[in-house]
């Protein structure tokens, strides 16, 4: 993947966000800032062009959604979140599936992580879609605490 550096890969304010985030790598202090809403679009954006951050990016964001931080702490941030698919989608583009993998509907990773063989592709298929179903579960979490129960009459 090219490492593209410079703000035309992500345009305004994508551009300083992810000048901002990008210091906080260099420098190992990402988690001393909180997730905002646009980020995960944000992470959309560094993964499609191949940003070096792409991968810090997800696990921050990842973990402010499952201990539910920054943006996060609130429950409709969290079920109206792209994360959950994200991560899958992300995953895809990183390990697609090898041409000789029988599970391999497209380019979809989950379809490996049940039937490659052995190796990184398939353990990396294996994590994101793990990971994917645990954000999925907090997103449902998420969307039962926005749910009203009916007042009896």
């Known amino acids: 993947m090219t490492d593209h550096t410079n703000s035309s890969a992500v345009p305004g304010a994508y551009g300083r966000r992810r000048r901002q985030i990008q210091r906080l790598v260099d420098d190992g202090r990402l988690n001393d800032l909180a997730p905002e809403p646009g980020d995960e679009r944000l992470l959309d954006v560094l993964t499609r062009t191949g940003h070096r951050t792409a991968l810090d990016v997800q696990g921050w964001l990842t973990m402010a959604y499952l201990t539910s931080t920054g943006c996060y702490a609130a429950p409709a941030v969290r ?41 990184a592709h398939r353990g990396l298929a294996l994590l994101f879609r793990n990971l994917s179903q645990a954000l999925s579960a907090r997103q449902q979490h998420a969307q039962s605490l926005l749910e009203t129960p009916a007042a009896s009459e």
């Open 79 to 119: 079920a109206a979140s792209r994360l959950p698919a994200l991560v899958l989608d992300q995953a895809e583009l990183r390990h697609p599936c090898p041409p000789a993998c029988s599970g391999a509907v497209g380019p979809q990773c989950d379809g490996c992580a049940q039937v490659c063989g052995s190796g």
